[in-house]
């Protein structure tokens, strides 16, 4: 499960979500009296406010298997194509490739710290 699951989920099942949460807060109000109901009718609470939990929380979290291959691009789902930049992260990165952004990445830091300093020495 990772973060692409979940916006996949979230985009699929946003009527049910927006239904579970409607629900839950009203449950929730309603608990404000849980005290003053006889004893069925509080287990019949609990009851209610396990399955509006677990509707949100299997809506949102749960993807079945067979719904998702390889990567999830929500964007590409919702547009039906996949973006050019798409390739480029799906794809696994040789260490070549790793070692290359590292090296850019430190440059990057080397030359911001460069521009820094030279902003520091002009305002003194």
Known sequence: MDWHNIVYNLIHNIG?????????????????TLLELPLNEQ?????KLGIYYGTLIYRLLYTHPDTIEGEVDPLADLIGI???WYED???PQTQEEIEQEEHVHDAMVHTALAALNQAVIMNE
Do not use: A, R
């Open 16 to 32: 049910y979500l927006y239904d579970s949460i409607y629900f839950l807060v009203l449950h929730h109000i309603e608990g404000n």
């Open 43 to 47: 287990s019949t609470w609990w009851h």
């Open 82 to 84: 996949h973006p050019s």
């Open 89 to 91: 992260l799906t794809k």
